[in-house]
């Protein structure tokens, strides 16, 4: 063989080389993208998203719509270029979305967790916004602290070192001018048992603070005798608390918070209503449009992002606590602008 066949077959093995490697060789990146968008006071699989057991509930109209991001594992080189030349996604390090000291059983279970933590304090910031009480529980235990082995998840804790203990908050409260190795009386009740008293022997605490350490992390949850079930599946992580509690407070009230329009929205929650900024929101925008909604309630957080990439035809409303977004679903109602990003 001459020369220039030479040239020419090693070509045609360095482009066949490339094009393997492109399409085989997986990438250290994941794909960002629009994801599923569900309508909080409709249906998924044939079952309402919200439902109200117990309670008297209202008709609902219109979209109260909670968004997602997809994320898109396991791309090939050309798979990846692919998706970033169409603009509709981005790139983004795997490892930020897949630790590797952690498996994707682990990662997933994490998210499952952080969809169904937003849940419950989706229900506790609405029901405590429309009046009915709450309770202080036993959300999670320190490894090794004085709390283990004498408190549990899900105990309800009535009062600590003397001091009735209303809201999360208090319990912290409760243990100031405490120091390692003070001995405080909880008073708490597990279930349907009768409250008893427990002693605890505070420990050191590993912030360094002075103060004596429990090693419980309290949170409030609503004290009704009506059951809120929200169902949806393959959905993780928390920022759907804002759309959910929106959604709970509208069933259990007379009227249409939406005024019948289709809105759209995302946002992590409190317990007592404080609305946090999440990632991702230009894909949550572009979704929720295409979807057809025309007003987008925006974490205060997250407003110059979201103001610099909206959609056209597409109203931002500017929300940091769950009253915020109340008085703006109240002004599209009464027809007028809500307050903007």
Known sequence: MNRRTWTLLTSVVLVAAFGLLGAFVRVPYVALGPGPTF????????APVISVEGERTY???????????????????????????????ALAPRELYFPPDKTEQEIEQQNTAAFSDSQTVAKTAALSHLGYPTEVVVDRIVPGSPAEGLLAPGDRVLSANGKPVPDAAALRTALTGTTPGTEVPIEVQRGDEQ???????????????????????????????????????????PSAGLMFALA?????????????????????????GDV??????????TKAREAGA???????????????????GLQLAKVGTLDEALAALEALRNGQQPAGC
């Open 195 to 237: 409250p008893r008293t427990v002693t605890a022997r505070l420990g050191e605490n590993p912030t360094g603070d002075q103060q004596g350490f429990l090693g419980v992390a309290a949170a409030e949850r609503a004290d009704v005798d009506f059951d809120v079930q929200i169902r949806l599946a393959d959905v993780g992580g």
């Open 276 to 285: 946090g900024p999440i990632g991702g929101i230009p894909f949550k925008m």
């Open 39 to 46: 309508n909080t006071l409709g249906s998924d699989g044939g």
């Open 59 to 89: 008709p609902t109209a219109g979209h109260l719509n909670m968004t997602t991001v997809s994320v898109t594992d396991h791309l090939s080189m050309f798979g990846a270029l692919g998706l970033w030349v169409s603009g509709r996604y």
């Open 294 to 312: 025309t007003t987008f309630l925006v974490p205060a957080g997250n407003c110059a992002e979201a103001a610099a990439q909206a959609p056209e």
């Open 248 to 272: 709970i407070i509208d069933k259990l009230t007379p009227g249409e918070l939406n005024g019948g329009r289709f809105v759209a929205g995302t946002g992590e929650i409190s317990a007592t």
